[in-house]
């Protein structure tokens, strides 16, 4: 795997393996808890985690053309992913049910890792500009770009249930 490519990696899984310790020791009532009725519970914050990866890792090997490229757009998701911004889901395949089993999520959470590990060690330096995703807002993106995506997307929440878990 390209250096770059296994460093943007390795952070995200050990940050992903990180909340999955911490979730897997919380009392399951506060993992399903909802702060508020429009609120998230852990649980759905998870969930969505969880299928938004499965949703990029399978796209991520079709490397075909998504389009035109809209960096604005990416910029602006990335913006409200830092900054914590309440957002609807532009994805209605990734809204969660908040019916899922904490186990059942963190094995195909493992599943899309792999999924990705596999995609990210056959990429070449001639591959890194090429679109291999397409986000419903940000349109095409490149598997840098896809990362740092998935990174912004992954800390965003991982936040939002450490907020949770500290409010118990």
Same mark, same amino acid.
């Given at each position: 795997?390209?250096?770059? =490519?296994?460093?943007?990696?390795?952070? *995200? +899984?050990?940050? &992903? *393996?990180?909340?999955?310790?911490?979730?897997?020791?919380?009392?399951?009532? =506060? =993992?399903?808890?909802?702060?508020?009725?429009?609120?998230?519970?852990?649980?759905?914050?998870?969930? %969505?985690?969880?299928?938004? +990866? $499965?949703?990029?890792?399978?796209?991520?090997?079709?490397?075909?053309?998504?389009?035109?490229?809209?960096?604005?757009? *990416?910029?602006?998701?990335? $913006?409200?992913?830092?900054? @914590?911004?309440?957002?609807?889901?532009?994805?209605? +395949?990734?809204? !969660?049910?908040? @019916?899922?089993?904490?186990?059942? =999520?963190? &094995?195909?959470?493992?599943?899309?890792?792999?999924?990705?590990?596999?995609?990210?060690?056959?990429?070449? !330096?001639?591959?890194?500009?090429? !679109?291999?995703?397409?986000?419903?807002?940000?349109?095409?993106?490149?598997?840098?770009?896809?990362?740092?995506?998935?990174?912004? %997307?992954? %800390?965003? %929440? &991982?936040?939002?249930? +450490?907020?949770?878990?500290?409010? &118990?």
């Amino acid at each position: 795997m390209l250096t770059e =490519l296994r460093q943007q990696y390795d952070q *995200l +899984e050990d940050a &992903r *393996l990180a909340l999955v310790k911490k979730v897997r020791e919380l009392n399951p009532k =506060l =993992l399903r808890y909802k702060p508020e009725p429009e609120r998230w519970s852990i649980l759905e914050d998870l969930q %969505h985690m969880v299928l938004a +990866e $499965q949703k990029t890792a399978l796209k991520l090997g079709t490397a075909a053309v998504f389009g035109e490229k809209n960096p604005e757009m *990416l910029a602006m998701v990335l $913006q409200v992913l830092d900054q @914590d911004m309440v957002v609807d889901v532009p994805d209605p +395949e990734m809204v !969660p049910d908040g @019916d899922a089993a904490l186990e059942d =999520l963190i &094995r195909n959470w493992d599943q899309a890792r792999k999924d990705l590990y596999r995609f990210l060690s056959d990429c070449g !330096p001639d591959d890194l500009e090429a !679109p291999v995703s397409h986000h419903v807002v940000a349109g095409p993106l490149t598997v840098v770009e896809c990362l740092g995506l998935l990174a912004s %997307h992954f %800390h965003h %929440h &991982r936040r939002r249930i +450490e907020a949770a878990i500290d409010r &118990r």
